[in-house]
């Protein structure tokens, strides 16, 4: 029976305890709405009090004034936040199934949470069609929030993680808190992927993960004299799909021209069996290119083209390949002299230049060597573009020895663990 202009306020205390030298706790306000077809109509703004002495909250928000103009009925109740100061989280509740905000409880916090919830008066839009329906938003702190791993990245407020220009929400910046545990080791999330092809046909939105460090420096492919620029056949695709990286064993690795190899070992960092089962079997897109005079922008639709050298494929089933140059495009966030929006209409083979370090140098995924993406050419059946160790997307022969750093889609149903920042040394725990 709420009208449009509604609100609701509900206060949270925390008070920290402990001894001296206790250490503080990650916990969590979570707001878990439950309302259909009208999201966009209930707002949420939380507010944050030190010592709240002097605030009366039952004064915060006046009784409801229900009202009615030209046969549109609506509440008048106002709320007087000028106390409160700026909300540390705000928005809709469109699409969303959980919001939850991290805080830090130590042993001398005493603060004061407001929350409150607007229905909404549209005065531009007619709302007769959510009469009678009903909406409610449970309010929850916890310390520990197991939850979905897309959920919880889709709902996070974070300036580190931003929507690119197809929709996939991307990770950005020098040095995000984008660590995962996972195989026992670190890895980073590049985003969550829209519509990401499975074996059948199907497609779902999934986590895209990048190890964090390379297993080593290995050729692309070692046939002929120069490799050869097709992934489903390629020599390292094989290593780590089916070969000693994937059965977490000693072996053989591409290095050079004709067939040549070198040792390498992965009997402790190739992926565990634990590990294979949270990896989905995904249809990667092959689309090549001709240049790498190109925008992260130009390059994302190239990926998933058609256009490839004669008799390659477009697409190749797989558990474990490698990044995109988009990917590394995406991730910078820029800076003061080159800002982000600048970086994204530079293309990629500039960015080893002075003038627009701050997008290379503001790019997590630049690493001190030359390492590889998956991307072919199409002009030529030999070449591919890795990102080098300055900063820019060029072309090279697949023959060539670069960093491998596998990259993956994590199972749609894949879960974090609460407590965690995202941080090196406290990286999210997956399960």
């Not at 439950?34 to 928000?61: M, Q, R, W």
């Amino acid at each position: 029976n709420a009208l449009p202009g509604y609100k609701a306020l509900r206060t949270i205390n925390v008070v920290g305890k402990g001894p001296e030298g206790a250490i503080p706790i990650k916990a969590y306000i979570t707001l878990t709405p439950e309302v259909t077809d009208f999201g966009n109509h209930i707002k949420y703004y939380l507010y944050e009090k030190d010592n709240p002495s002097g605030i009366d909250a039952s004064k915060i928000c006046e009784e409801s004034r229900k009202k009615s103009d030209n046969n549109q009925y609506y509440d008048e109740m106002e709320c007087d936040t000028s106390n409160l100061g700026e909300p540390i989280l705000s928005g809709t509740f469109n699409g969303k199934r959980m919001v939850s905000k991290e805080i830090e409880v130590t042993r001398e916090m005493d603060k004061t949470y407001y929350l409150i919830v607007e229905y909404e008066n549209d005065s531009n839009n007619a709302q007769d069609q959510e009469q009678g329906k009903t909406y409610s938003v449970k309010i929850d702190f916890v310390t520990e929030l197991s939850q979905d791993l897309i959920e919880y990245l889709t709902t996070l407020e974070s300036d580190e993680l931003v929507e690119d220009d197809y929709g996939n929400l991307r990770y950005i910046g020098t040095d995000p808190n984008n660590y995962v545990q996972f195989n026992n080791e670190l890895w980073r999330i590049i985003g969550v992927m829209k519509d990401i092809e499975n074996p059948d046909g199907s497609k779902e939105d999934k986590i895209k993960l990048i190890r964090s460090e390379s297993i080593g420096d290995y050729s692309w492919d070692n046939k002929g004299m120069y490799g050869e620029n097709d992934w489903s056949d390629s020599a390292l695709q094989k290593v780590l799909n089916e070969g000693a990286y994937y059965n977490r064993t000693s072996g053989i690795c591409p290095n050079g021209r004709n067939l040549s190899t070198t040792p390498c070992d992965f009997s402790s960092t190739g992926l565990t069996e634990e590990s294979k089962n949270m990896i989905s079997e995904v249809v990667w897109n092959l689309g090549g290119s001709d240049s790498e005079f190109k925008t992260a922008k130009d390059f994302y639709p190239l990926e998933r083209g058609e256009e490839v050298y004669e008799g390659r494929p477009t697409k190749w089933t797989g558990k474990v390949g490698l990044m995109y140059p988009s990917d590394y495009g995406y991730a910078t966030a820029g800076g003061t002299t080159t800002d982000r929006s600048t970086c994204l209409n530079s293309s990629l083979f500039s960015w080893n230049g002075s003038e627009v370090s701050d997008c290379k140098t503001n790019d997590w995924l630049l690493s001190n060597s030359y390492q590889w993406t998956i991307m072919p050419s199409f002009s030529n059946n030999f070449f591919v573009f890795p990102i080098y160790s300055i900063g820019n997307v060029g072309g090279s022969g697949a023959l060539n020895t670069g960093a491998t750093h596998p990259s993956v889609y994590l199972n749609s149903n894949i879960g974090i663990e609460s407590g965690r920042t995202g941080s090196n040394i406290s990286p999210f725990i997956l399960k």
